[in-house]
């Protein structure tokens, strides 16, 4: 008996070829092109991992001191010890435990400071951007003076109002990047308001607050990721900044730039003081700005590879 044609045995939706890929497998295969930004992803998450599980990892706690063992050195220098693998400060606390303890902050600083932005920059923007008139006006020009301000002069302004701290430093930084937020979300608005779908929903009776956040705003929130992801890194120096000059999170709390304004002092006669935790400092920048660079080359279509 002659054997049936194998095509007869497959079913009927393997004629019409292979399944196109989901987003989340098609945004992947784009994104890890970039071999940099996955590097830097890599590295984020394990600093994240590494802040969740501080509890852990650190081999110590971040505030207790050893009276014993005063500016120790690493331990691969002479007088070291794998008791304290980076060294230890000018009271006797263990560096690589601040450090560890240190991205906590420095992270969660980070991500508050841009979501606070994020969310009123979309607000606001939104706002100008279907009211046009007066409003838009007022609001462009007040985001205008805000962003003639240098941002760090901004941000010092804003806690020497409100007095140093670590929640006062976040709402000053948040204030610093609201502009950028402002300024993007109306422009995007503005561009999306033109299009087709729009008038589409306006003629099917969508209220003004579905067309804002359901229609409109998810067209709109590509450039604002990449923007939140390039922001997020400088508000990190920013808020390391701030703990420099002794405006940010105060002693004795384990945040980057404060642990830097207390080894200030000791840079000639013990380097290790402040390089480690500007190494912390130098490195998580990078990985965010790598892991930026990556999601502009996927989400912007002028930007995304072929």
Known sequence: MARAPETLDRPAEDA?????PGPFREFWHDYRQNRGAVAGLVFLLLLVAVALLADLVAPHAPDVQYRDAFL????WQEGGSW???LGTDATGRDILSRIIFGSRYSLSIGFLVIVLSLLGGITIGLFAGFFRGWIDTLVMR?????????????ALVVVAI?????????????????????????AATLAELSRDYVTGSRVAGAGLARLMFVTVLPNCMPPLIVQATLSFS????????LGFLGMGAQPPTPEWGTMLADAREFILRAWWVVTFPGMAILF???????????????????????
């Open 284 to 306: 998580t920048v990078l990985a965010i700005n790598l892991v930026g660079d990556g999601l502009r080359d996927v989400l912007d279509p002028k930007l995304k590879r072929s």
């Open 72 to 75: 120790t050195p690493p331990v």
């Open 234 to 241: 400088t508000a990190v120096l920013d808020m390391a900044a």
């Open 142 to 154: 007040l985001m205008d003076v805000l962003i003639a301000i240098p941002g760090l002069l901004l």
């Open 16 to 20: 019409l070829g292979p399944e196109p």
């Open 162 to 186: 409100m007095g140093p701290g670590l929640f006062n430093a976040m709402f000053a930084i948040a204030i610093v990047y609201l502009p950028h937020f402002v300024r993007l979300t109306r």
């Open 83 to 85: 008791r304290f693998p």
